[in-house]
């Protein structure tokens, strides 16, 4: 299906009602755009900012149908969107990024494999199917290592690490056995990423390298520029810009990587991507001339991307569950910025807002 070059007012769907889609309405609204959001969850925050919502299950035809004709294109703010709901939608409005990078990506396995089929590192890895599979996988790439679902995993969630002293078997009952894969653990140095954008016409432009401190496995800080080599940063962004075009991707991704010292050498692998804005590249909103979520609209609706420069070294704070309640300290905090999500429960592990802090190069923007 031929992508449109889309015109102030006219409609961008978004499949998913989170904190990603509600910026992602924000930043379209700066451009003249409007969205439309599609999600199961009446409580959904990005419902807030829509000029129009539809709440319905993922699987209700009649409702996606009247979704679809009262947009021009459709997006998704999150990767795990049902493989029959994006062919549906596909077959009626152009879906951006295209649905076959959602398979690739929502397959742990098919990810890891499109990777390495690149020549791009990552961890050792594995498929378990079977209990001969996963004694195989352990013995063939050893412990401590990390199994994981094949699908549904985000935030620390479908994974168990298995030790020296640790029950394989057991592990994988603790997944319900459901289809996994196996990898072996990376000593890493430290985290980093890059949110990288792709144009229709293949224009890509990349935001700075990210270094990430996560707890519990939910991203806690962000730090951009990363405190890596120059030659680092050159061979991150490299490999985003690789993924980017082997997808023939549309839109804005986030890549995680690890950084693992080599000597007095680093290399780089490639944890995870997701299609989507990325919850390391939320520093953009406010320390960058362009942010993640513009560009993403920009690459949606056929127009240029910007060439991002930054206001000075970013840090970005996730308020997690009840951390929310502190926003108030940040309120006069000098160079902070304050992204309240309008959830109203504040669960455990839950991201409720976010602050970014800019402190200025005395080069000036980068």
Known sequence: MTLPVLKPDATIGILGGGQLGRMLALAAARLGLRCHAYAPDTDSCAF???????????????????????????????ENVPAETAAFLAARRPVIPD????ATTQDRLAEKSFVSGLGIATAPYAAVASPTDLASAVTAIGVPAVLKTRRLGYDGKGQKMI??????????????????????????????????ARSAT???????VTE??????????????????????????EIAVTLAEAFG??????????LVREGADYSVLVNEIAPRVHNSGHWTLDGCTVSQFE??????????????????????????????????????VPGASVHLYGKTEPRPGRKMGHVTRIIPDAAGPQ
Not at 65 to 74: G, L, N, Q
Not at 99 to 102: E, I, T, W
Not at 202 to 208: L, R
């Open 99 to 102: 649905p076959k990078v959602l």
């Open 249 to 258: 991707y549309v839109g804005v991704l986030g890549v995680e990587m690890f």
């Open 202 to 208: 293949g224009q890509v432009e990349c935001f700075d």
């Open 163 to 196: 030790g020296v002293k640790d029950d394989p078997a057991a592990a994988w009952s603790g997944l319900r056995q459901v289809p996994a894969i196996l990898e072996g653990f990376v000593p890493f140095e430290r985290e980093i990423s890059v949110v990288a």
């Open 48 to 78: 807030q900012v829509m000029r129009h919502s539809t709440c319905a299950a993922y699987n209700d035809e009649a409702a996606l149908e009247r979704f679809a004709d009262s947009v021009d294109v459709i997006t998704y703010e999150f």
């Open 295 to 332: 560009q993403h609209i920009r690459a949606v609706a056929g127009w240029p991307l910007a060439c991002p420069l930054r206001h000075g070294r970013a840090e970005m704070t996730n308020l997690i569950g009840t951390e929310i309640e502190s926003y108030r300290q940040w309120l006069d």
């Open 212 to 237: 990430n401190e996560h707890r519990d496995h939910i991203l806690k800080i962000s730090r951009a520029p990363a405190a890596v080599p120059g030659t680092v940063a050159t061979r991150a962004r």
